[in-house]
């Protein structure tokens, strides 16, 4: 039997809480407010701004998007990204990807003010994050945890198998892994006989961006999966990385897509931007 592990419901949660906290910061003077800078005509990154704008302004939080086009030059974005930064109305700030060929996510994210840093990226967050310091830990690699958590799978002592060493995913969710007790191993794609890692896995995280693959075989019986993957269909829809109707009935819980880590992620991407604007 395979648990259904939805993130809906925590979504709506936190969501929940985020509302009544922008409603007080508000009230106060201080609405709080998070700025999306964008540098790229990419449809799928355009839908995934236009839902989490859709859903700042549901709980109360004011979204500017800040879209320089796709041919913005480096300098141009960490200019802007410097200039929210300094301004006091601006509580998080996100960079959106894919960027420009010649911009380099890492290098401009330095630009975003940690303070501001609601989605983790700037290396000194995941510095701080790896050396167990208080920081934002990237949205995706939190909202994996706050799943874990939400649907009480103990991780103490646990294996745990990341697939995906992406500094946004993978890494941070390894290292918040780490912190937890567990035991984790990290897979990419150099990776010799990737079955034979995720199958020693209690607890396997798959943030890749290939459809389906894992499968049946990759998964050891009753492990719970977490499927972070988001790959758009040709109609219109979203599979994760995970084959779900190989491992259902295998795995002991699997994170469905869409409807999984994705609103748990935006919603802690709010979260953040009201616990930056409190200071
Ligand atoms: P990314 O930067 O492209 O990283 C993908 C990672 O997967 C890389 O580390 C790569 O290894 C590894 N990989 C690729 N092919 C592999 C294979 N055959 N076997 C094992 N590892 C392999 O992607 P990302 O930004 O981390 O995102 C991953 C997925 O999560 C995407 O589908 C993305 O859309 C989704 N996502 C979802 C959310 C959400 O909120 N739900 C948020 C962010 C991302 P190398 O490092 O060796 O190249």
Known sequence: ???????????????????????????????????????????????????????????????????????????????????????????????????????????????????????????????????????????????VLALLDHHEVPLYARNAVVVGRSNVVGKPTAQLLLQRDATVTICHRFTKDLRQFTRSADVLVVAVGHPKLITAEHVAEDAIVIDVGTNPTSDGGLVGDVDADSVTGRAGGLTPVPGGVGPVTTALLLQHTVASARG
């Open 1 to 143: 039997m395979t648990a259904n592990l939805g993130g809906t419901e925590l979504a709506a949660a936190i969501r929940a809480e985020v509302a009544a906290a922008a409603a007080e910061l508000t009230a106060a003077g201080t609405p709080p407010r998070l700025a999306v800078v964008v540098a790229t005509a990419d449809e799928s990154s355009a839908w995934y701004v236009r839902s989490i704008a859709r859903t700042a302004e549901k709980t109360g939080i004011a979204c500017s998007v800040v879209d320089l086009g796709d041919t913005a030059a480096p300098d141009r974005i960490r200019t802007e990204l410097a200039a929210l930064s300094e301004d006091p109305a601006v509580h998080g700030i996100i960079l959106q990807t894919p960027l420009p060929p010649d911009a380099i996510f890492e290098d401009l994210a330095s630009a975003i003010d940690p303070a501001k840093d609601v989605d983790g990226a700037n290396p000194l967050s995941l510095g701080r994050l790896a050396a167990g310091l208080p920081a934002f830990a990237p949205a995706t690699a939190e909202a």
